[in-house]
């Protein structure tokens, strides 16, 4: 498990799987704070390695806008590449997501 609350960026638009996921981010952070457990939003990184890949980020990116994960949004290669150092320079790009 990466410990990633997941923003369901690409779930189907009104559907239970969406719900849940909606509610279980609201509960985590409930949970995390009535125990005090650490927790730490970094966000994730949802990387491009081929050329297909890299040419369904802008839909990713609209389905992610259309759930509500509205500060979603891709970055170059060289963006990447700099913000991740160490990746395998094949990167293409990627859609960064904040709020997981």
Same mark, same amino acid.
């Given at each position: 498990?990466?410990?990633?609350?997941?923003?369901?960026?690409?779930?189907?638009?009104?559907?239970?799987? %969406?719900?849940?996921? &909606? $509610?279980?981010? @609201?509960?985590?952070?409930?949970l995390y704070t009535k125990y005090n457990l650490p927790f730490?939003?970094?966000?994730?990184? %949802? @990387?491009?390695?081929?050329? $297909?890949?890299?040419?369904?980020? !802008?839909s990713l990116l609209s389905a992610a806008h259309n759930n509500g994960g509205t500060?979603?949004?891709?970055?170059?290669? &060289? &963006? %990447?590449?700099?913000? &991740?150092?160490? %990746?395998?320079? @094949?990167?293409?790009?990627?859609?960064?997501? !904040?709020?997981?």
């Amino acid at each position: 498990n990466s410990g990633i609350v997941h923003t369901g960026f690409d779930a189907t638009p009104n559907t239970i799987e %969406l719900q849940c996921l &909606e $509610d279980a981010r @609201v509960l985590n952070r409930d949970l995390y704070t009535k125990y005090n457990l650490p927790f730490q939003q970094r966000g994730s990184l %949802l @990387v491009a390695w081929t050329y $297909d890949q890299m040419s369904k980020l !802008p839909s990713l990116l609209s389905a992610a806008h259309n759930n509500g994960g509205t500060d979603a949004y891709v970055i170059s290669r &060289e &963006e %990447l590449l700099e913000r &991740e150092p160490h %990746l395998n320079p @094949v990167a293409m790009g990627a859609m960064v997501i !904040p709020g997981e």
